[in-house]
């Protein structure tokens, strides 16, 4: 799994380079990327025409530990990948809403469309920072909604933890991406995706399968 997205990811990269110059990849956190940024830190590109964003952000500093900016400098800001571009989310502001039009500012600077976007997906159908019955979900999935990112605040539960506030790239910014990896690992989220797809459609990684074109990598 982590093969064939690595190659994937860095011909998705390097077709953006030979078209305009440069690249923008958005990344998520969490423990199911690392093995692949591991393996991209080694990948010969050239990084310095590279931006590396986020796909979506817990509204926490960046010495909190859930701080998806931290981690992926921490594992993708290495060896030859440390020659790109990083850029986070997070700014001074208290909460994402206050933030977004900043925010929306930042990533206005990246390359866009996105070469690729890297996708998560939780136990509950959420991808980004898209959750089910989030204050702010509808505005972040409009198809009309041409904004790079949204500010929402998910309703709590075990998959969200304590860290309600987030930003989140918008549904039409991952769509217009030229790759869009979904990479989920074991039977659990397996069984949620096919579920979402068939039958559970109104869960946010559903509804983002019918407006993207999404390769999904899975590994058990």
């Given at each position: ?41 080694e990948a010969p590109l ?78 509950d159908g959420h991808t ?52 869009v990896a979904l990479m ?37």
């Amino acid at each position: 799994m982590v093969d064939a997205l690595e190659e994937d990811t860095s011909e998705a990269l390097m077709r953006a380079i030979k078209k305009q110059g440069r690249a923008a990849w958005a990344v998520s956190g969490g423990s199911t990327p690392k093995p692949l940024f591991e393996a991209m830190a080694e990948a010969p590109l050239a990084w310095e025409d590279i931006q590396v964003a986020l796909v979506d952000e817990r509204w926490v500093e960046t010495d909190h530990p859930r701080s998806n900016e931290t981690f992926m400098r921490n594992a993708l800001a290495q060896k030859l990948a440390a020659e790109a571009h990083f850029l986070g989310m997070k700014t001074k502001h208290a909460n994402p809403f206050d933030a977004v039009a900043d925010v929306n500012k930042r990533y206005s600077g990246l390359s866009l469309p996105f070469a690729s976007v890297l996708l998560g997906m939780g136990p509950d159908g959420h991808t980004a920072s898209l959750f089910p019955e989030a204050e702010g979900l509808e505005d972040a999935m409009a198809t009309t909604n041409m904004s790079p990112c949204a500010a929402l605040k998910a309703k709590r539960s075990d998959v969200t933890g304590d860290e309600l506030d987030r930003m989140s790239l918008t549904a039409a910014t991952i769509a217009a991406a030229q790759h869009v990896a979904l990479m989920i690992t074991g039977l659990e989220k397996k069984q949620v995706l096919e579920r979402a797809l068939a039958t559970d459609t109104h869960l946010p990684i559903a509804r983002l399968a019918q407006m993207a074109d999404i390769t999904v990598y899975w590994a058990p």
